[in-house]
T-cell receptor
Framework: NAGVTQTPKFRILKIGQSMTLQCTQD?????MYWYRQDPGMGLKLIYY???????DKGEVPNGYNVSRSTTEDFPLRLELAAPSQTSVYFC??????????????FGPGTRLTVT | RKEVEQDPGPFNVPEGATVAFNCTYS??????FFWYRQDCRKEPKLLMS???SGNEDGRFTAQLNRASQYISLLIRDSKLSDSATYLC???????????FGTGTLLAVQP
């Protein structure tokens, strides 16, 4: 049981480049989330999904896109990378609100630098 | 005003000390409350949920005061391994969305 896995672990992008951050969970969780964490700051929600085919914006969605074609995968797409997107990105998953637990399980993170 | 506010610290304490962290939240409709722990350059992990009646897990005690919109975490007999950032987290709404505080850094010294 790997939990939540993310790839890549590190990436350096040039301004204007695009990339996809991969996230996969094997816990059969319906809910999945993408957060970013800037130095000395709390986690900010970018996008979330309550099930395959359903996504919605979080607090800071601009510059990002997501899709959820399967229960397991929730990729995050960065189009036209900007220095302001330099951050650590965490993917998480959980049961639904009325499920057995409110706990969100986090992946190990992707450290992204845009220069 | 931030939705979840914490003292950023750092709290530097000797081994064996008792240390308390506080947190306030702004949304009175918030439904669930948690403390997450985040080690340096690692992902957050749930430490404990916080209930109105207060709850204890070994050396850790969490308290919630809904009237004052205040959450606390007490760590007794601090260990070196307790060194980490402690995130106060509040859930509101039907989608299990969590609002994170910026975290309080604890450094336990030998």
């Amino acid at each position: 049981n790997a939990g939540v896995t993310q790839t890549p672990k590190f990436r350096i992008l040039k301004i204007g480049q695009s990339m996809t951050l991969q996230c996969t969970q094997d816990m059969n969780h319906n809910y999945m989330y993408w957060y970013r964490q800037d130095p000395g700051m709390g986690l900010k929600l970018i996008y979330y999904s309550v099930g395959a085919g359903i996504t919605d914006k979080g607090e800071v969605p601009n510059g990002y896109n997501v899709s959820r074609s399967t229960t397991e995968d929730f990729p995050l797409r960065l189009e036209l990378a900007a220095p302001s997107q330099t951050s650590v990105y965490f993917c998480a998953s959980s049961y639904p609100v009325r499920g057995p637990s409110y706990e969100q399980y986090f992946g190990p993170g992707t450290r992204l630098t845009v220069t | 005003r931030k939705e979840v506010e914490q003292d950023p610290g750092p709290f530097n304490v000797p081994e064996g000390a008792t240390v308390a962290f506080n947190c306030t939240y702004s949304n009175s409709a918030s439904q669930s409350f948690f403390w997450y722990r985040q080690d340096c350059r690692k992902e957050p992990k749930l430490l404990m949920s916080v209930y109105s009646s207060g709850n204890e897990d070994g050396r850790f005690t969490a308290q919630l005061n809904r009237a004052s919109q205040y959450i606390s975490l007490l760590i007794r007999d601090s260990k070196l391994s307790d060194s980490a950032t402690y995130l106060c987290v509040v859930r509101g709404g039907a989608t299990n969305k969590l609002i994170f505080g910026t975290g309080t850094l604890l450094a336990v010294q030998p």
